[in-house]
């Protein structure tokens, strides 16, 4: 088993914002883990941050606590 940490992009944004943002849309990391033969197990909620628009990147000083999303 392993765990997946990364900074959430804005639904539906696929790997558009992962160069200038630094973030990813969490559906794509789901599809890439299964696509290599893993199975999904469930994401938690213990990183995420409402107040976090995804219109920054993650490294901005207005972005406080990005939101991250984790997947095991």
């Given at each position: 088993m392993f765990l997946i940490v990364d900074h959430a992009?804005?639904?539906?944004?696929?790997m558009r914002d992962t160069d200038t943002l630094h973030r990813i849309d969490p559906a794509i990391v789901k599809a890439q883990v299964i696509a290599a033969g893993f199975r999904y197990v469930g994401a938690m909620?213990?990183?995420?941050?409402?107040?976090?628009?995804h219109s920054k990147a993650v490294f901005d000083p207005a972005v406080r606590g990005p939101d991250r999303f984790s997947s095991s």
């Open positions: 992009a804005a639904a539906g944004s696929g909620d213990v990183l995420k941050n409402p107040a976090d628009d």
